[in-house]
């Protein structure tokens, strides 16, 4: 589909970092890593909980 180079991907990365900056970039990809994967989750159903069984202690 595409195909980028080395060449490509340096230029992409040097955009990146006059938008973003270079402090801003750890928090960036941890934000784009957590999306990923709670969309991963959210795709096989994981994210699916069993509601827990809650128990009333009667005190009478």
Not at 16 to 38: D, H, T
């Amino acid at each position: 589909m595409f195909n980028f180079g080395p060449v490509e991907l340096f230029i992409i990365l040097a955009i990146v970092i006059v938008i973003f900056g270079a402090r801003k970039l750890p928090e960036l990809g941890s934000g784009m890593g957590k999306a990923i994967k709670n969309f991963k989750k959210g795709l096989s159903g994981e994210d699916e909980k069993k509601p827990e069984k809650i128990e009333e202690n009667n005190q009478s």
